[in-house]
Nanobody
Framework: QVQLVESGGGLVQAGGSLRLSCLAS????????MGWFRRAPGKEREFVAG???????YYTSSVKGRFTISRDNAKNTVFLQMNSLKPEDAAIYYCAASRSSAVRSADFASWGQGTQVTVSS
């Protein structure tokens, strides 16, 4: 069973930046894909970004060029650098761990508690 703990959320003005972190424990971190999802009020949870075990990167179209996902296998941590934030990026952001090495939405089975990101206009 993998445990995930997110940090780094907060309140930022539009155009600002935040960096989310997710510390994983409970299994060999480097063998599995990791991802970030978000849920805005009144909306479904959506995929934001993913990184495979091999380092391949995937983004939803609305964040491409603004967000960067990365991982530090030595520290069992995945990051989401968010730049040029927009009010529509406001949501609870969840770290997720996959059951496989590839980024496939259906394979994300473990979830963190979420961290709130608020963007003021």
């Amino acid at each position: 069973q993998v445990q995930l703990v997110e940090s780094g959320g907060g309140l930022v003005q539009a155009g600002g930046s935040l960096r989310l972190s997710c510390l994983a424990s409970g299994r060999t971190f480097s063998n599995f894909a990791m991802g970030w999802f978000r849920r805005a009020p009144g909306k479904e949870r959506e995929f934001v970004a993913g990184i495979s075990a091999g380092g391949s990167l995937y983004y939803t179209s609305s964040v491409k060029g603004r967000f960067t996902i990365s991982r530090d296998n030595a520290k069992n941590t995945v990051f989401l650098q968010m730049n040029s934030l927009k009010p529509e990026d406001a949501a609870i952001y969840y770290c997720a761990a996959s059951r496989s090495s590839a980024v496939r939405s259906a394979d994300f089975a473990s979830w963190g508690q979420g961290t709130q990101v608020t963007v003021s206009s």
